[in-house]
Every structure is written in structure tokens, then in C-alpha cells.
């Protein structure tokens, strides 16, 4: 078998456990499939009416997609984290399967349950007034670029697994980053809203040039949105660079951390 | 893919078994590993003949683990050669992984996995293949008296099932060596006597076997050959009977009534030891090594009926794997373990 295939193969072991593992735990499970509902349904009623934004939950679903699939690629490091601390990695380690297995199979199965939860979220924004207003094909490539950058994400959240090794510090670490990251953007609020620097921030960060893009893909751009900045006008390649920009980085800094990790 | 990764037969033939007379299954020389200004590993030597067993012994923090690690490949030695089933560990790391089974101080299973899944997840990562895998899977269950368990998840194990499983995880490829850092660690004695005779038959079918343990007793009952390691040095190596030699002599043993009767045969043995005492004031025992057997306990008794004191027991015994460890090290086995682990500077629950 060629390298290429070892490496695959070994990391759809890794994904099918990690799937598995995923149904064991009802709790997570629930978590996972309930909360973008509660989160649609939140953001869509209780802001809804405050919010100056005509169809304000149509405004809102794609920004609630964006949001989510983040949070979910940071599973993949809780679970690195989770492994490290367990001695599963060590076990791993141990064995003859390619080194690059554990992260290319982890980020894959997260990969999966983003589909997963992409699509729940997607029925409930039917049902609440959300309308994809374009054809199907950019439909597909909305969601793909949703789902692109969160797997890029889930690279830097594997390899802050590694350095921090138990799931509570790195829960606590992403809850503090993932918010302000996420919130700081066109997501919820019209970017005019926010206040100066804050404002320059929120146009260049890449969330909201994802949102921005998603929302263009679905046809849901309120009128009279004002694209200031290049990062905006340009929204689909400039949240295309960032994703190539973050593999780029994490997926080698990733890997060799994970070489290192257990090598202590 | 057996055809890309040959794995190593278990039984050894006539020809093999003389190649492997020539070349140790695991051979370690001047192996040195340091953490910033600590020493964890100050050059040890080691040579475990294909076919025995050899226990690594000492405190925590001797460096047994750091010591094991560098065997197994999951650390690179800062000094020194090191070569497992004839393969070397810094050059063709993925080769040794091949050729060894490994379980670690804590059971690396996953716990949301059923022990089936996770003796077939590792099946597959050792490239068994689907069918092998799941067949090996559940010859191992059966060896290792889990069928029963098989289905249920891992989380729901006692702590001797999920060391089975973990042992079980580092035979599914049928290494040539095996190697168990502390496999009984953490374990109540009644699973820790199952363990030790699992072991004990598992290395009669001729697989290499180097575990670590803090356990005198089990070093004793299970290995061929003990090198006792502290401070990341090989201070003793030899059989069991071979360090007792080394230590030489007999031991009166005395065990008194009274708090204060403990210091009156502290007085009465001293008059006939030859070596250092061994005090345990709580157990109200006293014993000392002496040159000559059975005359020397006649003379303790009569002395201490001559002060007064009839002892609840008094006997002549060989030096045990403890009198080794005080010998060698100045401090007995129980005292010297739990010391601070150099050895483990970061990470929490994650073996060293």
C-alpha cells in the first residue's frame, strides 16, 4: 500500500472511532444536534424584534451556520485534548499507523458531524421564515465554504489540543476566544452598528467575510448593505485565502506537534 | 498489506532462535535522557535476551518509564544506541513499532469503545487487515476472559478488566517483544495475582517480556533477570537469588510486645549484627543481618530472656528483595517510592 493509502486508511479508523464514540455519549450527542435549534430559535425571536434589519431571521440563519460549525471544530480539539489525557495518543504512538492519522481522521469525523448539524440547522431556518433565494448550486458552495473553513479551524484547534492536553482548560480557552471571534462580525448585527476600531476589526475579520459570502451564496444580503472594505466586496476569495493560509500553517505546525506531543 | 508489513512470527524456529542467541531482542547502550538541568536517564545499559524476561526495578522517579519510552520509540534518547527485535530506535522508528507491543502505566483503552472495537481498532492500525483484525480480536477477548464483556463499553470495566484489555491491545499483532511499564500498578492484590499468572503463561509461549515495576515481588516472581535502577542508573543487575548473594549473609528478625521492649532488642541485636538494623517501630520489628545461622538466634533468644523480654516472634530468614533495595540504595523500597518523578515534568494523567 502506497503511503497516500496508509494514511487514509488509517485515518478512516480513526474517524469511524471517533464517530462511534460520538453515539456513546448521549449527552454530547444532544448537545451537539440541540443547541443550533435553541440557537435559531434564540437569535431569530429574542433579537429579532430589536435588531434593524428588514427579515432580520433571514439576516440571522446564515450568521447562526457560521457560528456553529466554528464552535463544532473545536471539538476536535477537546478531543485531542481528551486523548492526551487519557494516554491514548501515547497508545497511538505506539503503533505502526502513519503519524499524520490521528489529525487527518479527527478533523474528517468532524468534518461529518458539521454536515450533520449544518443540515438540522438548516430545516429549523426553513421552518422559522429562512429561504435560500439562489439556485442550488450556490447553495452547495455556501455550505461548502462553511464547512472549508471550519475544517481549516479545526487544524489550529487540534494543535491547541495538543499544547494544552486537558479538555476543561481548552474549553475554557475556546469559549473565550471562539466568542469574540464570532461576535465580532456581521453575524448577529449590521457592521455600521459597531464603533470605530471596532468596526475596522469586525470588516477584516474572516467570520464576517463568511457570512458576508455565505449570505451571498443563499441570496439573503439585506439591501442597502454597505460593503466598505475590500475584504467585504471581495468576500468569497478573501475568506478563500484565509482558509488556504490557515492549512497552510497549522496542518504542518499541527503534525509536528503531534510528533512531539507525546515525545516529552 | 501483510505483503508490504511481514509480521514477525511469535514462535521462534530453530533458525531464528539461534540468530536471536547472537542478537538480544532488546539491547540498550549508554542511554541518557535529560529534561533541562535534570538527569532522568544517566546511561543505562541493558541486554534482555530473545525469549526472557526482565524486569526493570525501581522507585518512582528512577527513570524506568523515561527509560522504556526511549525503547518504544516515543522518545528520542539524547545519548546512546538502542536496538529492539534487531531494529534501531532512532533510525527506523516505524520498523520497531511493528515488532513490539506495548501497555502503559495507565490502560490507554478508550472507554466509550467496547473492548471488541478497541482490540480491533488497534488490529487495524497494526495493518491486520479487516478479517484479521476481528478475528485476533476476539481470540484475545477469549484469552483474556472478556468475551462476556466484549460488547459493553470499556467505561463499564473494573480496573483488571481494562488492564486485560490494555495488554490484550499490545498482543493483537503477536510481537516478538513485549514491553509492560508497571502492569499491576493501581491494581487490589486479587487482580494483581491474576495478572502475574497471565503473565506468567503468556511468557512461556516464548514472547520477550521487559516490564518496569516499583514491586519487588513481582520483579522476583515474573523475571529472569533484574536490573534495579535509581537516580537513572543501573545500580544492580542479576537473577533474584543472584542480588541476594550480592547481599550476602542471613537476617535475625525479632518482633517484640511493647513499644518499649522494641528498644531493648535494638540493644540485644546490635551486639550481634554485623550491618546496619532495620527498625520498624510501628510493626515493633527489629531485624539485623548476621554471619552465622542458627547459633546467633539461640544467643539473641537467651539474651533477651536475660532482659526480660519474650518476643511474640523471632526467626532467621535470606535476605528478601527488600533487604536488596536497603542494601543498594540506603533506604527501603517503600520509603524510596514516591518520591518526586523527574521524569514527568508535564502533562497531566499522560504517561510519562
Do not use: C
Amino acid at each position: 500500500m502506497s503511503a497516500v493509502g496508509v494514511v487514509l486508511a488509517d485515518s478512516s479508523v480513526i474517524a469511524k472511532r471517533n464517530m462511534l464514540k460520538i453515539t456513546r455519549i448521549p449527552d454530547l450527542l444532544v448537545g451537539t444536534l440541540i443547541s443550533p435549534i435553541m440557537f435559531i430559535l434564540l437569535f431569530g425571536y429574542v433579537f429579532g424584534g430589536a435588531i434593524d434589519v428588514p427579515n432580520y431571521r433571514e439576516f440571522i440563519v446564515p450568521g447562526i451556520f457560521a457560528q456553529t460549525v466554528i464552535f463544532g471544530a473545536t471539538i476536535t480539539g477537546a478531543g485531542i485534548a481528551d486523548d492526551m489525557q487519557k494516554g491514548i495518543i501515547e497508545r497511538f504512538r505506539s503503533l505502526p499507523m502513519a503519524q499524520s492519522a490521528v489529525l487527518v481522521g479527527r478533523t474528517a469525523s468532524d468534518v461529518v458531524l458539521n454536515v450533520i448539524v449544518t443540515v438540522i440547522m438548516s430545516l429549523t431556518g426553513l421552518v422559522i421564515g429562512w429561504r435560500i433565494r439562489t439556485s442550488f448550486l450556490d447553495a452547495v458552495v455556501g455550505f461548502a465554504l462553511l464547512l472549508l473553513f471550519a475544517y481549516a479551524l479545526s487544524w489550529v484547534m487540534g494543535l491547541l489540543g495538543l499544547l494544552i492536553r486537558t479538555p476543561e482548560a481548552f474549553n475554557n480557552l475556546t469559549f473565550l476566544t471562539i466568542f469574540p471571534l464570532t461576535f465580532i462580525t456581521n453575524a448577529f448585527v449590521p457592521l455600521e452598528t459597531f464603533p470605530g476600531p471596532l468596526q475596522t476589526i469586525a470588516q477584516w475579520n474572516p467570520v464576517s467575510t463568511l457570512v458576508q459570502a455565505a449570505r451571498e451564496r443563499f441570496g439573503n444580503v439585506p439591501p442597502g448593505t454597505e460593503l466598505g472594505t475590500w475584504s467585504l466586496q471581495n468576500s468569497e476569495l478573501y475568506t478563500l485565502l484565509w482558509i488556504v493560509v490557515i492549512l497552510a500553517v497549522f496542518v504542518p505546525l499541527a503534525t509536528r506537534q503531534y510528533r512531539r506531543a507525546a515525545a516529552r | 498489506m501483510s505483503e508490504v508489513f511481514p509480521r514477525v512470527p511469535v514462535m521462534a524456529t530453530a533458525s531464528t532462535a539461534a540468530a536471536r542467541a547472537v542478537s538480544p531482542a532488546v539491547e540498550a547502550r549508554g542511554l541518557v535522557k535529560r529534561y533541562g538541568d535534570v538527569t532522568a536517564v544517566a546511561g543505562v545499559d541493558l541486554t534482555v535476551p530473545a525469549g526472557t524476561v526482565l524486569a526493570l526495578l525501581g522507585p518512582n522517579g528512577a527513570g524506568k518509564t523515561t527509560t522504556v519510552r526511549m525503547l518504544t520509540t516515543l522518545l528520542v534518547p539524547d545519548e546512546g544506541t538502542a536496538t529492539v527485535a534487531g531494529v534501531d530506535v532512532v533510525a527506523d522508528p516505524r520498523e520497531v513499532r511493528r515488532r513490539i507491543g506495548l501497555s502503559g502505566q495507565y490502560a490507554a483503552v478508550d472507554e466509550n469503545l467496547t473492548g471488541f472495537e478497541n482490540l480491533d481498532m488497534v488490529g487495524r492500525l497494526y495493518h491486520l487487515g479487516r478479517k484479521r483484525s476481528r478475528e485476533r480480536a476476539w481470540e484475545l477477548l477469549e484469552q483474556f476472559d472478556l468475551t462476556d464483556a466484549a460488547k459493553r463499553v470499556a467505561k463499564t470495566y473494573s480496573g483488571g478488566m481494562r488492564r486485560r484489555l490494555d495488554l490484550a491491545g499490545a498482543l493483537v499483532a503477536e510481537p516478538p517483544v513485549l514491553v509492560l511499564d508497571e502492569p499491576t500498578t493501581g491494581l487490589d492484590p486479587r487482580s494483581r495475582n491474576d495478572m502475574w499468572e497471565l503473565l506468567t503463561r503468556m511468557v512461556g509461549g516464548g514472547t520477550t517480556l521487559l516490564l518496569t515495576t516499583q514491586y519487588l515481588e513481582e520483579a522476583e516472581r515474573l523475571a529472569d533477570d533484574i536490573v534495579v535502577i535509581d537516580h537513572g542508573r543501573v545500580i544492580a543487575r542479576g537473577t533474584a537469588d543472584e542480588l541476594k548473594t550480592q547481599v550476602g549473609g542471613q537476617r535475625v528478625e525479632v518482633v517484640v510486645a511493647t513499644d518499649g521492649d522494641v528498644d531493648a532488642a535494638v540493644a540485644v541485636l546490635h551486639e550481634v549484627a554485623v550491618g546496619e538494623l532495620q527498625v520498624e517501630r510501628r510493626a515493633r520489628r527489629v531485624t539485623a543481618p548476621v554471619t552465622s545461622g542458627t547459633q546467633v538466634l539461640v544467643q539473641v533468644l537467651q539474651r533477651l530472656g536475660e532482659v526480660g523480654i519474650v518476643p511474640l516472634d523471632a526467626g532467621l530468614r535470606r535476605p528478601t528483595m527488600d533487604d536488596v533495595f536497603l542494601t543498594l540504595t540506603g533506604k527501603p523500597a517503600d520509603e524510596v517510592a514516591g518520591v518526586d518523578e523527574p521524569a514527568r515534568p508535564v502533562g497531566e494523567g499522560v504517561r510519562p
